[in-house]
């Protein structure tokens, strides 16, 4: 897996206008190809009157699926440029949408280019991106008694406490960089007076 990847902080979008025609781009974090599909037709719903909807995405953290469209535009003058620019940016898990009003003024291919790219890349400013960083899914069980207190040390810390249950014992599930497993253990056992267990889960991408 990635160490990480960088993805749109949320929804949102930006509108531009070259030589009179109008770009508004939208865009959102997309996990699946169905997610994506469904806001290029949500998208395509909100603004009937546009020329066209053409539209970019990438998918995984190592950027394995990429798709684009350029829905009438001259083959490689929209969706082409809006993917490239998505990648030049890193991004991962994202659609972009550019909606096209034709103002009457023709640009031709690289104004084209130049225009769906730009219109992505100002977008991307403008909404914000986040950074997901790679964990290490921990469970960590510990009696009632020292859980209140090992819960407020573990967010003052600023370790990533993603659920907290509570049954005979209570449970804290954490997500931990791989790298600081080794420390963390040595840091609950001090907490805890060694009373604490720990274990080990899968990985997943959560906020740097």
Known sequence: MQEQYVTVAGPGEHET?????????????VTTEEQ????????????????HHCYAYVLGADAGLQKSGDDGE???????????????????????????WFGGTKLGAGGLIRAYGGAVGETLDVVGTVVRRRYRLLTVT?????????????????????????GAE???????????????????????????????????????
């Open 36 to 51: 994506a599909r469904a806001f290029l037709e949500r998208v395509r719903a909100e603004h009937p009157g546009a020329s």
């Open 170 to 208: 209570v449970t804290i599930e954490l997500g931990l960089p791989e790298a600081q497993l080794d420390a963390f253990r040595g840091w609950l056992a001090d907490a805890t007076a060694g009373t604490a267990r720990t274990e080990l889960g899968g990985e997943v991408y959560g906020d740097g």
């Open 142 to 166: 510990v009696d009632h008694k020292r859980a209140g207190r090992l819960e407020n040390e573990l967010r003052a810390t600023g370790r990533a406490v993603r659920e907290v249950r509570y």
């Open 74 to 100: 001259p083959g490689g003058t929209a969706g082409l440029p809006m993917l490239q620019m998505l990648l030049r940016r890193e991004m991962r898990f994202t659609i972009a949408v550019v909606s096209r």
């Open 17 to 29: 206008e070259v030589r009179g025609s109008r770009f508004l781009c939208a865009l959102a974090p």
